[in-house]
């Protein structure tokens, strides 16, 4: 009793991803070229293979001349042997066995009912001295009929003619729409079968506007395939064939997959290789590189419907020895190809070092600690890649430096107690030098974060395209984030440093927050300084309960709009007055710890206000009814004002940016950075 094979459920299980639309195209030539092969081997005489591939389009539904009627199928005729009586029960059978020995699987038929829900045959084949004609329908529902024939036939010419029609309309999405591309895609699957000995049958390509042969495609894409190499894995052996394709055509580098002569898994060879990046040249003509692997290994375990292998991707545990995995070949495979293109890579490995190189030099200073220990090939990146990208895996560089580092200062808090005295002060020694040069690496990165910054000031302050400046929001960020307190932030969020070095540490911070909702003053006011710092001392001063608490001091920083000329008497038109007026409010709702303590005398905690605005005519007279001092550059104005126990600074941008400067130029000369 036979088991009864079920077509509707075959399908079911049969899997073929929207993505992969041409495959049952790509089955069908392939099955066309195995026709023919078979013929040539039947007729010594015969070498005229031929394919047709017609794309079937529908009605022209668009009154855009140009663009072409949606594909619905496709035509593939060819003169190879045909559905004689042998390959007629092979068709018959599901999973067949009858060409299992070049890799047939006996399911491309069932990709064709996956994409297409009609199939149509017609072959004229010979058996004997006569020549016969057979036709069938074939199709999910009612699987083989329609059928008929064999009938004899006067026709001399062997002929079959494969119709894959009604295409199913979610891989029709999918679907290439031209047949350039449909061409390209079809050469790139077949192309084994161009490079073997022998060659492939002649092959067109026929749409409504034209044709294409793939024959003189490939001709106009091949430089070279005479070059293989071969390796093997536990007793298996696997081949490579080198392929040199003109890079006017092809710009990609692949390492392909083959099973069966047919193209099963394409992998992309960029970073996997140092060096190969862009097109390549072997002193006679740019070229792009290709490979095929190829092995009964692989043949033996494709999977059904030849888009992937039922292997492992890595092996580890109990099989971990006695099987083959994908990573394996693919270890083995990159290194015969690394060995081959290495006489082709010399000048774009120097290319990509110098990139790596010129941007730590210029923009990443920080990581140059970590460059003597890369390896050369760590080095090489490729030219073309963003500075993004690159500082993303140079900061993965160092993290895995980080990380070793630590579990090595762990190691040395445990000295082994058997291990010699000299031996332990070395490693000390050198986990010493380690540390030190990664310091050194955490100080250029800081570093480097002020160039950036007042590089970006630099630009914030200058009149945009539209005659305008940009607004004081734009200037506040930069300094320091919106709507946010101190524990809100982390240190390297805000750049207080452009204004004062000292202002960077501080107890307490608020950014554009209002006097009400802050913790150091019972002010009730709605008024919101753009920034307000508290600072406690660490002398301490005796109070009525006996404990301790420091002295304070209030810093109040007011920023304006670049070139902002309407300076007037009033907190809402002068930015002293306003900043002042901050200052009072304050301390007349007594300053506090943010804990909550009250610091005694609240109105002797001297204030510090800044005010960061360009010295425009209405700003020099309010500086000057203040009685402040201007400074040596003309550039700002200075002064204490004894009423008010503050201390009052106006800073034009110009002034803040390039005292900034002034500051870290030591800094950025010693890094490397420009100042200028």
């Not at 394919?51 to 619905?72: A, C, F, H, N, V």
């Not at 006067?154 to 047949?179: F, R, V």
């Not at 002020?450 to 300094?479: C, F, N, P, T």
């Not at 201007?630 to 004002?641: E, Q, R």
Request: hydrophobic share 35%; proline share 3%.
């Amino acid at each position: 009793m036979s088991l009864n094979t079920s077509l509707k459920g075959r399908l079911r299980n049969t899997n073929l991803p929207l993505t992969h639309g041409l495959a049952p195209l790509f089955e069908a030539v392939v099955n066309s070229i195995h026709s023919i092969d078979e013929r040539k081997r039947k007729v010594d005489e015969f070498n005229d293979g031929e394919i047709t591939i017609k794309i079937k389009r529908g009605p022209q539904l668009s009154i855009d001349e140009y663009t072409k009627p949606d594909i619905i199928g496709f035509e593939i005729i060819d003169n190879g042997i045909g559905f004689d009586s042998e390959n007629y029960k092979s068709f018959q059978t599901l999973d067949s066995e009858y060409k299992i020995d070049i890799g047939c699987r006996g399911v491309g038929r069932l990709l064709w009912l996956k994409a297409f829900n009609k199939v149509s045959v017609k072959s004229t084949f010979e058996e004997g001295e006569t020549n016969f004609i057979r036709e069938f329908d074939f199709n999910a529902i009612n699987d083989i009929h329609n059928e008929a024939g064999p009938t004899t036939t006067t026709i001399e010419k062997l002929s079959t003619s494969i119709k894959l029609s009604n295409i199913n309309q979610d891989y029709l999405k999918y679907l290439p729409k031209t047949a350039q591309i449909i061409s390209r895609d079809l050469l790139e699957h077949c192309l084994w079968y161009f490079i073997r000995q022998g060659g492939a049958p002649e092959i067109i390509v026929q749409d409504i506007d034209g044709k294409i042969s793939l024959v003189k495609m490939y001709d106009e894409l091949m430089i070279d395939s005479s070059k293989t190499d071969s390796f093997k894995i536990k007793s298996e052996l696997f081949e490579i064939t080198h392929v040199k394709l003109k890079s006017s055509v092809q710009n990609k580098h692949n390492l392909i997959f083959s099973a069966a002569d047919r193209v099963v898994k394409e992998e992309s060879l960029q970073g996997k290789i140092p060096g190969l990046f862009g097109v390549l040249n072997d002193g006679i003509s740019d070229f792009s590189y290709t490979c095929f692997l190829t092995a009964s290994f692989l043949t033996n375990n494709v999977n059904s419907e030849r888009v992937g292998f039922n292997l492992r991707e890595s092996g580890d545990g109990l099989f971990e020895d006695l099987e083959i995995t994908l990573q394996d070949i693919r270890k083995k495979s990159i290194g015969l190809i690394s060995k081959y293109l290495d006489q082709y890579l010399t000048e774009n490995k120097e290319v990509g070092i110098k990139r790596l190189t010129n941007f730590v030099d210029s923009k990443a200073p920080r990581y140059k600690p970590i460059l003597k220990r890369l390896s050369e090939d760590e080095k090489i990146v490729d030219p073309g890649i963003s500075d993004k990208e690159l500082d993303i895996k140079l900061h993965n560089y160092l993290m895995a430096f980080e990380a070793e580092l630590l579990a090595e200062g762990h190691d040395l808090m445990i000295p082994d107690g058997i291990e010699d005295k000299e031996d332990y002060t070395r490693r000390i020694e050198e986990y010493l030098k380690k540390a030190g040069e990664l310091k050194q690496s955490d100080l250029a990165n800081y570093v480097t974060h002020r160039k950036v910054i007042l590089d970006l000031l630099g630009k914030a302050i200058q009149i945009r395209k539209d005659g305008k400046y940009s607004k004081e929001e734009v200037l506040h960020r930069l300094i320091m984030p919106m709507q946010k307190v101190s524990d809100e932030i982390r240190f390297d969020d805000s750049n207080l440093w452009l204004i004062d070095e000292r202002l960077a540490f501080h107890n307490f911070l608020a950014s554009d927050k209002t006097l009400l909702s802050m913790p150091v003053t019972d002010s009730g006011s709605s008024k919101e300084p753009d920034i307000l710092g508290l600072n406690i001392y660490d002398n301490p001063l005796l109070v009525n309960d006996g404990e301790s608490l420091p002295l304070a001091s209030i810093t109040v920083v007011e920023i304006k709009r670049p070139m902002r000329n309407d300076a007037k008497a009033g907190e809402d038109k002068d930015p002293i007055e306003q900043a002042l007026g901050y200052l009072e409010r304050i301390r007349n709702g007594k300053v506090k710890t943010e804990t909550g303590r009250l610091i005694p005398d609240s109105h002797s905690v001297p204030g510090f206000c800044y005010v960061i605005c360009d010295i425009t005519a209405s700003i020099k007279e309010r500086c000057k009814l203040f009685n402040l001092r201007v400074t040596s550059d003309k550039l700002g104005y200075f002064g204490y004002n004894e009423n008010y126990k503050a201390y009052i600074e106006v800073i034009s941008f110009d002034r803040l940016l390039n005292m900034a400067k002034e500051r870290n130029r030591a800094f950025f000369d010693k890094l490397g950075l420009p100042s200028k």
